[in-house]
């Protein structure tokens, strides 16, 4: 039985990091999809969370999310913030800081 642990140990830790890594994945296919609840719902996740909430990823869907809830006609949506262009524009940065590769800048020129 003691042998068993420490490869489960390690199987679980890693798929707890990808799971909350796959909730900013889900939230940018939300909001592609307009579903603007169920991503804002997934980036408050990630962004609690200790394994995700560094990742630069994390703040690129952010700063998508505010965009999207900007451009929306759909009142709840624009009330996700009180300035979302502002808090688009500071999630990129941050983002942007995040990332020493340069992806997110990539990811931000195709905008």
């Not at 579903?35 to 804002?40: S, T, V």
């Amino acid at each position: 039985m003691k042998k068993n642990f420490l490869p489960i140990a390690i199987v679980s830790i890693s798929f707890a990091a990808m799971s909350q890594k796959s909730k900013v994945k889900s939230a940018l296919s939300y909001i592609d999809q307009g579903n603007l609840n169920k991503a804002k719902e997934a980036i408050d996740q990630a962004l609690v969370d200790k394994k995700s909430k560094d990742w630069f990823n994390t703040y690129f869907a952010k700063g998508k999310l505010c965009q999207a809830a900007y451009e929306s006609t759909n009142e709840k949506y624009k009330a996700f913030y009180t300035d979302p262009l502002a808090e688009a524009y500071a999630s990129f940065q941050k983002a942007m800081e995040l990332d020493p590769k340069g992806g997110a800048k990539k990811k931000l020129s195709q905008i």
